[in-house]
């Protein structure tokens, strides 16, 4: 899951650093909403997406209305436009759902809490299933030397 989310994330970014996907002056808003999937269209629309550490100046902290196109019946996307939005706008719109999600991880809405539980989560699971092959290999070799004593045996 942490790999999927770098991954977009590195889309986003470089799809937004190319001029020819970016207006250069702000034309009238086009996506106005929440984010939104159309699965029949393959679409996944997401206003007010916040730039961070995209190592580009002119992008740092500035907020976009992204649309993503599906690749075929992957699960892949790609960014197919990306549109200057006013931190006027979007700021009170995150303000008011970090406010009124009551229910979410995600506190402060950097990601922090729900990446790092993510990341554990799966460090857990990948330990858990090392420790199953060692079982099995451990039972696999005891079964093995069994076998062997009862052949001398005989």
Do not use: H, W
Not at 46 to 57: L, Q, T
Not at 81 to 110: K, R, V, W, Y
Request: with cysteine.
């Amino acid at each position: 899951m942490t790999m999927k989310i770098k991954i977009l994330t590195a889309s986003v970014i470089a799809v937004l650093s190319m001029g020819s996907v970016i207006a250069k002056e702000k034309p009238a808003d086009r996506i106005s909403g929440g984010a939104r999937a159309d699965f029949k269209q393959g679409t996944l629309v997401i206003p007010c997406v916040k730039i961070a550490n995209s190592g580009d100046e002119n992008l740092e902290g500035r907020f976009f209305d992204v649309v993503l196109k599906q690749r075929g019946k992957s699960l892949n996307y790609e960014v197919v436009l990306g549109e200057l939005e006013d931190e006027a706008t979007c700021q009170p719109a995150i303000d008011a759902m970090l406010e009124n999600d009551n229910d979410s991880e995600d506190s402060d809405g950097s990601l922090e809490d729900v990446l790092g539980a993510a990341v554990e989560a799966e460090a857990e699971a990948e330990a858990e299933a090392e420790s199953e092959a060692e079982s099995e290999a451990e039972v696999e070799v005891e079964a093995s030397d069994d076998t062997d004593t009862t052949d001398s045996n005989t």
